[in-house]
């Protein structure tokens, strides 16, 4: 699975202005709602839930980077919001430190295994440093998807 073939063009932002990771988990939502892709009538719902998970289990994977995620039966296609933070957010980050770039994924309940394939393509790219640096530094949505298009492409190298 490529990153294009799920990241939503229209919910890439270079520049988010949460200060928390709740707030930026709802204005990713937002992003997503905004794009056609999640239903307002579920925003309060898949919130509520991709926050119920955070306090399980932190997706801050260290490396300045979090994947919040959500498997949800009202989700009809695999789908990602991208965001950066420029101050960083307190994400209870495994290495302690702040969160700058967010992938927030949302998958159909019923296709584990296209949940599985969208996390591995995500954590594929974030695992090379050289992409985490250009996604924070990303100013535009458009650098953001060339990014994504590169990293489809394993133009970039680890």
């Known amino acids: 699975m ?7 063009t229209k919910a890439i932002s270079p520049s988010l202005e949460a200060r928390t990771r709740d707030e930026a988990i709802g204005e990713m939502m937002d992003m997503l709602i905004r794009a056609g892709e999640v239903e307002t009538d579920n925003r309060a719902a898949f919130i509520k839930a991709v926050i119920k998970r955070e306090n399980r289990g932190s997706t801050g994977f260290g490396n300045g980077v979090a994947v919040p995620h959500l498997k949800q039966a009202a989700v009809r296609n695999v789908v990602a919001a991208i965001a950066n933070v ?22 159909p ?9 969208a996390m591995e393509a995500v954590f594929g790219s974030l695992s090379q440093e050289t992409f ?12 953001i998807m ?8 394993r133009q970039l190298s680890a």
Do not use: M, W
Not at 86 to 107: A, E, M, Q, T
Not at 109 to 117: C, K, V, Y
Not at 138 to 143: C, I, K, R, V
Not at 146 to 153: G, P, W
């Open 86 to 107: 420029s101050d960083g957010i307190d994400f209870n980050s495994l290495d302690g430190n702040p969160v700058y770039s967010i992938f927030l994924l949302l998958s």
């Open 109 to 117: 309940e019923d296709q584990p295994e296209q949940h599985l394939e």
């Open 146 to 153: 060339t990014l994504l298009n590169d990293a489809d492409s």
């Open 132 to 143: 985490r640096k250009f996604l924070r530094q990303a100013s535009s949505a458009d650098e």
């Open 2 to 8: 490529k990153l294009t073939d799920i990241v939503i």
